[in-house]
């Protein structure tokens, strides 16, 4: 567990807030509740590397044998952006 802000491990409980656990950090102060949760998954940079080859024509299974990226994954960016 590590602040979400500074990325320190120095954190200490400050009580509950609507039943959640409330931290606060001992370097920057700041608090913020329970788990924190980093993105998950692919990063941003892959997925519109994966968006992008999308737009110039390749497949989705192609995308998956270059990038990796599981089709189904790059289904669901391309549906989110049209969704735009
Ligand atoms: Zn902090």
Redesign the pocket.
């Known amino acids: 567990m590590q602040?979400p802000?500074?990325e320190?491990t120095e954190i200490r409980k400050n009580g509950k807030r609507r039943g959640k656990q409330n931290h606060i950090?001992n370097?920057?102060e700041?608090q913020f509740i329970d788990v924190y949760d980093p993105p998950k998954g692919y990063s941003e940079k892959l997925k519109q590397e994966c968006l992008k080859m999308y737009l110039n024509g390749m497949g989705f299974r192609g995308i998956e044998r270059v990038k990796g990226v599981h089709h189904t994954t790059i289904i669901s960016w391309v549906k989110q952006i049209g969704e735009k």
């Open positions: 602040c802000y500074c320190s950090c370097n920057c700041r």
